[in-house]
């Protein structure tokens, strides 16, 4: 997704007085795997002008909580938390797949020359038109999603040894992720639950910016 799914919570949290940064990550789908290492460096190049002594909280949502390791592993920052919000995990040892079989499997008839459709194509509008309360919003986010290539979904990513030496935490919006929160339970991290959709950020900015504050307080 776009970085416009994050923007409402961005202004909350900015209104708030924290200082915050919502890297695109629209490109990095381009060119030729591995395409993690595009990540990781997307998301450092967008904290250009904050001092390296800064203290930073990372929060991933969805397929972006599996590159959360390799993210941490490139930035020169001290990261004193890390949210994972309605997000996949990084397995606890070893690479990570960004998709299961089952799912590359449901994706690859939608490929077109290696091209798959946006997000919100691949699902029916009965799962999609509940995430968006707001016609103009949704136009917006819909527009904004890049067509990844099918060969994103099949690569591995990769997991540093010792990037979660910091307090993790997880806020669940509701299913398939209540079995990935209580995973995160089982890591011993601290887990929050706002029921939504897997877009209610959009929905609810500032109910999703009052639990990103209390699951990281005296974090940064």
């Not at 939608?110 to 798959?116: E, I, K, Q, W, Y």
């Not at 038109?129 to 990844?148: N, S, Y």
């Not at 060969?151 to 979660?164: I, L, M």
């Not at 009052?210 to 005296?218: D, I, S, V, W, Y």
Request: proline fraction near 13%; include cysteine; glycine fraction near 8%.
């Amino acid at each position: 997704m776009g970085p416009s799914t994050w923007h409402p919570v961005a202004e909350e949290l900015t209104a708030a007085g924290h200082q915050v940064r919502v890297p695109s990550l629209l490109h990095v789908g381009a060119g030729e795997p591995p395409f993690w290492p595009r990540i990781a460096d997307a998301v450092r190049d967008g904290l250009g002008g904050i001092p390296t002594d800064q203290p930073l909280v990372l929060v991933a949502h969805s397929n972006a909580g599996l590159f959360l390791p390799s993210i941490r592993s490139v930035l020169a920052h001290p990261v004193t938390g890390s949210v994972f919000v309605d997000a996949a995990l990084p397995a606890r040892t070893g690479p990570t797949p960004v998709a299961p079989p089952e799912l590359v499997e449901f994706l690859r008839p939608m490929a077109v020359n290696g091209t798959l459709p946006r997000w919100t194509d691949w699902w029916d509008e009965a799962d999609i038109a509940p995430m968006f309360a707001d016609p103009a919003m949704r136009r917006k986010v819909v527009a904004e999603q890049p067509r990844l290539p099918l060969s994103y979904y099949e690569q591995r990513v990769p997991v540093p040894a010792g990037w979660d030496d910091h307090p993790c935490s997880y806020l669940l919006f509701g299913p398939p992720y209540d079995a990935v929160a209580t995973d995160a339970r089982e890591r011993g991290w601290r887990v929050a639950h706002l029921p939504g959709a897997h877009l209610h950020q959009i929905v609810d900015p500032a109910g999703t910016a009052r639990h990103l504050r209390e699951l990281t307080a005296g974090a940064a």
